[in-house]
């Protein structure tokens, strides 16, 4: 028997989900939801756990990471208890849980904690500067260096433990026998939806939904391209112009679809854009800075005007440095790799050798 926790309705207020008390569990948010299974009253379900404070049974449950936030249930909610946010809350509440650090709880709880950390950063790059430490040249290869080793050691030290207790919540509590072949063959299922997001096409057949879908797909290309193109294939150094063409159009297709991103939150016209956790702005912030200052970065190369302008590559590094370290492992980045996995883990859940168990 799941243990209940009293505090929980605190809990949730802190990461965002306020209304979540006007719901009399009707169901309407169910039976709009067109994710929602025979078998599985989402999100009708979890948010009966969340009013009486089930912290275990929702730390085992993958189902908060298969909505997408369409808005519908929202907007269908006889109570207005905004059924779509809840979920959003629960799945704040859900990355404190798998975070074995324990900063996302921080930083998703607190405005203030996380403008103390974005400044304490820019305060170290500054007074590193400052201090004339490195010449200009060794800022960039360094910075180079800096991607690189922030990369492996943001995957090794935090995201990879993270994934392993999600893996403890959600698949090994359940006692379902550790079958390698099918952990094996449901990477494929990993990949698809790590790359893909196509389950967010069955939310609805609306050409906003679509045209959302395919924004996030030629974000998440632009992205991981562009990391690979600036990382590995060293962008700010090559002379090659096919890699120097590459770059230039990945980061563009970054900050331009990031733009329409904040253009569409700043307007509101739809659920998905109505109700925003600060973590959400600075998640489509920071992408859009990187995107607008990689390339700018780039360009000012090109035309032999870095040198006297080193406050762009400065100001650069530091949305840099700021997204590695504090964004991707504790923030709102995370979203992008615990829905894989969710996707991933409920593949195996589900498969025939585990069902006969």
Not at 19 to 38: D, I, P, S, V, Y
């Amino acid at each position: 028997m799941s243990k209940v926790n009293p505090y929980f309705a605190k809990e949730m207020k802190k990461l965002g989900g306020t209304e979540f008390n006007a719901c009399f569990n009707c169901g309407t948010c169910t039976a709009t939801c067109t994710l929602a299974e025979k078998d599985n009253a989402f999100p009708r379900k979890l948010i009966r756990y969340s009013i009486l404070g089930l912290e275990d049974d929702i730390k085992s449950s993958i189902e908060p990471w298969l909505c997408y936030y369409c808005g519908d249930c929202s907007d269908s909610c006889p109570r207005q208890a905004d059924p779509g946010n809840i979920v959003m809350a629960v799945r704040r509440f859900l990355i404190t849980s798998y975070d074995w650090t324990r900063i996302s709880g921080l930083l998703f709880r607190s405005l203030a904690a996380y403008i103390v950390a974005f400044s304490l950063l820019l305060l170290g790059i500054i007074g590193a500067y400052t201090a004339d430490i490195f010449t200009k040249e060794e800022w960039v290869h360094y910075g180079h260096y800096f991607e690189m080793i922030a990369i492996g050691s943001v995957f090794l030290v935090i995201l990879l433990p993270n994934i392993i207790r999600m893996w403890y919540f959600t698949v090994a509590r359940k006692k379902v026998k550790f079958n390698i072949k099918v952990y094996f063959r449901e990477l494929k299922t990993l990949f698809i939806h790590m790359f893909s997001q196509k389950r967010a096409l069955e939310c609805d057949d609306s050409k906003e939904n679509r045209t959302w879908w395919l924004e996030h797909l030629l974000l998440v290309i632009g992205y991981l391209s562009l990391l690979f193109t600036t990382v590995f294939l060293n962008w700010f150094a090559t002379g090659s112009i096919f890699i120097i063409v590459m770059g230039y159009i990945f980061s563009a297709m970054i900050f331009v679809v990031t733009f329409d991103f904040m253009m569409k939150k700043f307007r509101k016209k739809t659920q998905r854009s109505t109700t925003l956790h600060y973590s959400d702005w600075f998640f489509i912030i920071w992408l859009f800075l990187m995107g607008v200052s990689a390339f700018a970065v780039r360009l000012f190369i090109d035309l032999d005007l870095l040198q006297n302008n080193f406050w762009l590559y400065l100001f650069h590094l530091t949305v840099l440095v700021q997204w590695a370290l504090i964004i991707v492992p504790f923030g709102k980045w995370t979203h992008f790799l615990y829905r894989s996995f969710a996707m991933y883990f409920s593949a195996i859940l589900e498969a025939p050798e585990n069902a006969r168990k």
